[in-house]
């Protein structure tokens, strides 16, 4: 830390962030159907200890409580997801009005602290029978996406500030559908592309549907991490380019109008990341020329994944780009004959949090500059969307509970927020992660993110040093 933080922007948005099935438990509660975290976490080995989002923060019953921590706390902005199991219990037909009431309670509660509600209508937890029906890999899961956004934007469509339609696509095709780290467990390595486009294709259509029901602004948060070489080979510098049109182009060169990056496309143009592994050495798909995308493994045979007409619905304009941001990727070539064209590498030189992840706000300025000088004129406003790190909070028998590692990696991370709007950036506001330590996917309770102590026991939140530091930092100077 260098003295006392620059000034922000007026109207800059400080803001934190949570997911549902990450803190609201209540799992078979007022009607909420079973999603594909509920039958992932119940399968033996998937997650630390065998943890579930069963109770998770309670949030669902606890809600007022959390809205007067955040109101403690003097943040402008929520940003939290609403459940599709609990709005449409069977992935499709008609609303659960009970699921609805919850967010309609939520978001009430919020405003009457004036908290802008910003609402994420997918972060992971799809409704089982959506994922019997194939899950991402089936087209027809877009579709269903975009009746289900319809069905919230009817009732909440008057108070949600700002609208995000899908959390990190790329974290759930790679590790839900690539590596089976994630529900729904699916090991399809570089196969797990029609994931990515379809979830494209459901942003797009639920941005439609938005826009049809609320003049709130759209936005979808993606999940980025700068590229950093291992070695310096042309074969290491060819697999940071492969890993990073993965991981940061996939999903937003085609938001942005731009198509599928070059690299990901076959020798006919076709949509197919097996470009990546041999250029040219492709054979010539089967699929209809002209259209990018090798064959749909959900659709009927001989249908490309990518139709006429999909680019232009997924590159509907959006009003910001969300923008989460934990640490740059290392990587060198692969060896020869491996599935994929890259191999991650750790990367040595930097502090680490309880995940391991490194410390990076470096990572962040470079993002966010390379961002704007990647896509010019047509990059929206960035609200940094997520930001946080994990540490092995303990409560101490004073009762305090003391986070000095996440004060100063909030710090850094500001500052290089502060040092690319120097740089020109257009960055509007940040949403820590989170507001509460919860449930951490596969690592289940293993790894606290909070700026709020929980003890998954007894449910009582204990703020951190950190919730001080940050209250003193949004508070109107
Ligand atoms: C992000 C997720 C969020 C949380 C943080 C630590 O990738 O969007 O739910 O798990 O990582």
Redesign the pocket.
């Known amino acids: 830390m260098t003295g006392p933080m620059p000034d922000f922007p007026a109207g800059f948005t400080w803001g934190v962030?949570t997911?549902a099935y990450?803190i609201e438990g209540a799992t078979t509660t007022d009607g909420r159907g079973p999603s594909i975290w509920d039958t992932f976490a119940r399968a033996p080995g998937r997650v630390v200890d065998g943890g579930t989002g069963d109770v998770a923060c309670d949030h669902y019953h606890r809600y007022a409580e959390d809205v007067e921590l955040m109101a403690g706390l003097g943040v402008g902005a929520y940003r939290f997801s609403v459940a599709w199991p609990r709005v449409q219990p069977a992935g499709s037909g008609p609303a659960n009005p009970a699921g609805l009431d919850f967010y309609d309670r939520l978001v009430d509660a919020l405003l009457a602290r004036d908290i802008d509600p910003v609402a994420t209508l997918f972060?992971?937890d799809l409704p089982q029978p959506r994922q019997d029906a194939g899950g991402w890999l089936a087209r027809d899961t877009a579709h269903r996406f975009a009746d289900y956004a319809d069905l919230v934007a009817a009732r909440l469509g008057d108070r949600i500030r700002l609208w995000i339609t899908l959390?990190?696509p790329f974290?759930h095709m790679s590790l839900g559908y690539a590596m089976g780290v994630h529900a729904p467990g699916e090991v399809r390595l570089l196969d797990a592309v029609p994931a990515a486009h379809h979830q494209l294709l459901g942003h797009g259509l639920a941005v439609a549907a938005l826009r049809a029901r609320t003049g709130s602004p759209i936005a979808i948060?993606n999940?980025y991490s700068p590229v950093r070489l291992a070695g310096d080979t042309a074969a290491d510098r060819a697999a940071a380019r492969a890993y990073d049109a993965l991981h940061n182009r996939l999903f937003t060169d085609p938001l942005l109008g731009r198509g599928y990056p070059a690299d990901l496309l076959g020798p006919a143009g076709l949509l197919d990341p097996r470009a990546l592994l041999d250029p040219g050495a492709l054979p010539e798909p089967d699929g209809p020329l002209g259209l990018a995308g090798p064959l749909d493994p959900g659709g009927p045979a001989g249908v490309a994944l990518v139709r006429p007409g999909d680019l232009e619905t997924i590159a509907a304009p959006i009003d910001a780009l969300g923008v989460?941001y934990?640490s740059p990727t290392g990587v060198r070539a692969a060896e020869a004959g491996s599935p994929l064209p890259f191999e991650p590498v750790p990367l040595g030189g930097y502090p680490t949090t309880s995940?391991g992840w490194p410390v990076a706000p470096d990572g962040l300025r470079e993002l966010l500059t390379s961002l704007r000088d990647r896509y010019g004129d047509d990059l929206p406003p960035i609200y940094v969307t997520?930001g946080?790190c994990?540490y092995d909070d303990v409560v101490q028998p004073d009762g305090r509970c003391h986070d000095p590692e996440r004060i100063a990696y909030l710090d850094g991370h500001l500052r290089a927020v502060r040092d690319a709007l120097d740089d020109g950036v257009d960055v509007r506001g940040y949403f820590v992660?989170?507001l509460l330590d919860n449930f951490?996917?596969a690592e289940g309770y293993t790894?606290r993110?909070g700026l709020v102590h929980v003890d998954f026991d007894t449910q009582v939140r204990t703020p951190k040093s950190s919730y001080a530091w940050y209250r003193d930092l949004v508070r109107p100077r």
């Open positions: 962030a997911s990450q972060h992971w959390n990190e974290v948060a999940n989460n934990y995940f997520e946080g994990s992660w989170s951490e996917w790894k993110f």
